[in-house]
């Protein structure tokens, strides 16, 4: 999500994280990584997962596409969203578009039915920390790593397993230290290149006009699924995914 955003989504966000956080400071973190699907290996339950081991990515922000130069990567970010979330997805399905979901921590414990849903689909899982705090880049290493190594143990629960393969900042509030942190535990720092500002309410016609000027920019196109009124993200997409195929692009997952 971009840092510019209203911080009252914020603001609920971290007062309904305050009480995890703290209890989960001190607690060890699983990590093991998924498979191209975002599947564990070897099983589906949290401690399944919690024996993987973790193969380190690149910690440089991630822009490009696996589907090659002429991919498309579209995000969802701060979800899920019990509301909107369903709505993303059936889209998603009718269009046969693959996508990755920035998860907020706090959003994957509330409702772990629509994480594993994502997963069901063939989407991939993006750790998005426990409560979207934009001013992540100046505050002490020991508050990044809380915050994203507590919303990584969330997700793995809420998702019976399934590991986040990528870590988006909130804001893009990037850190060397967050980085390099999500890397080693094998989540591939998430970037985008055209930014729809579906979270300022634009009206659909203005988003899906971004998304056609923008898109030469990079092929990582960010949405929202959650953090407020989402019908115009969903009809934004209804008509920018024809659209983008008929232009000669593919849908895929982002680099890691």
């Known amino acids: 999500m971009a840092k510019h955003k209203g911080r009252a989504w914020h603001s609920r966000l971290l007062a309904a994280a305050l009480g995890v956080t703290a209890l989960a400071a001190a607690t ?10 975002g599947q564990p290996k070897g099983g589906d339950s949290s401690a399944a997962a919690e024996e993987q081991p973790v193969k380190k990515v690149a910690a440089e ?10 991919g498309v990567n579209i995000t969802i ?19 046969g578009v693959k996508a990755t979901f920035c998860m907020v921590g706090t959003q994957a414990k509330a409702y772990p039915d629509l994480v594993k849903k994502v997963v069901a689909d063939g989407h991939r899982l993006c750790n998005h920390t426990v ?33 986040s393969q990528y870590y988006r900042a909130p804001g893009g509030a990037f850190t060397p230290y967050s980085r390099h ?10 970037g985008w290149n055209v930014d729809t500002k579906d979270f300022e309410h634009p009206g659909a016609d203005t988003m899906v006009a971004t998304v056609k000027r923008e898109i ?16 115009e993200t969903v009809e934004a997409l209804r008509e920018v995914l024809p659209w983008l195929r008929e232009q000669g692009y593919s849908f895929g997952f982002p680099v890691r």
């Open 28 to 37: 060890s973190v699983w990590t093991a990584q998924a498979d191209t699907t």
């Open 61 to 70: 922000i991630a822009h490009a596409s696996e589907a090659g130069p002429r």
């Open 77 to 95: 970010d701060d979800g899920p969203d019990p509301v909107w979330t369903p709505q993303v997805l059936r889209l998603l399905k009718d269009e």
């Open 131 to 163: 409560s979207h705090d934009t001013t992540m880049d100046t505050k002490s290493e020991a508050y990044q790593s809380q915050q994203i190594l507590d919303a990584e143990r969330m997700i793995i629960e809420a998702s019976g397993g399934v590991r």
């Open 181 to 190: 942190l999500a890397a080693s535990h094998g989540m591939r720092p998430l």
């Open 216 to 231: 030469s920019n990079g092929p990582t196109v960010l949405f929202h699924d959650a953090g407020g009124e989402r019908s």
